[in-house]
């Protein structure tokens, strides 16, 4: 055999070695379970529907006070939301889920949402976490959501290719959204409705937002001039552009995808 093709031999299977090898680690890596994922889907749930009828309540009673003129607020918990996830969301929500994910969790700690779930394939077993970050913005009803931390398993996944996929969930509730790109991650800019059929008064804005330890906690002001009178409340986001999607009334279907250079 002439030394060339020695070469060539020696070189391909170095080459499948080194392979084989980072194919073994990524999958080793992928195997790695986010130790807030474990402790949450561990979690007992000794009333499981007493929990999601709490967070009901606490929903309808949220509808209620913010159809009517002045201040609301509300909070849900993270156990409720996981409650809530477990018992109903495949109940009123069948379609929601990609094929293969299954057991979705939260954690509320540190100012963010931390989000899990299994993901399961014919070649595939791991487990996809997110962080979560939401701030208000100056202009009302418009919400900041930076997305980073996207891993499977140990793994770190481009959050950046996941962009179309979320604006087309999103799109199927009647959210609009529009991205910004930031150094640290894709940032969601998010139009929550001001107005609903059912609503008394409106518009509805919402002028705080609070991440505390297992808790989500909601503020805000109803009527007239409470566009008007809008001063955000905690960490506040500042847009790349003023070209951001209007407040919407409820049952409007409509999206918008942007990539924008944030200041």
Known sequence: MKRGLWIAVISLVV?????????????HRTQAVPDFYQQAVEQPQSDLDAVVASLQEEVCQLQGDASRLGSWDASFTAEQINGWLIQQLK??????????????????????????????????????????????????NVMAIQLNNLKAGDLPLPVAHFVTRISQEAAKSNLEIQWETHPSGPIALVTIPSDHPGYLHSPVIVESIRLTEGKLSLSGNTGTEARRVYKPQGPIYQLASASVPSPLIWGRNSI???????K
């Open 256 to 262: 918008r995808h942007k990539d924008r250079s944030a």
């Open 15 to 27: 080459l499948l070695a080194v392979l084989g090898g980072s194919y073994g680690w990524i999958i």
């Open 91 to 140: 109940l009123e929500f069948p379609k929601l889920l990609p094929r293969g994910v299954e057991e979705p969790r939260i954690v509320i700690d540190d100012g963010r949402f931390r989000a899990a779930a299994r993901f399961r394939s014919q070649h595939i077993d791991t487990v996809i976490s997110l962080e979560i970050h939401v701030s208000l913005t100056a202009q009302p």
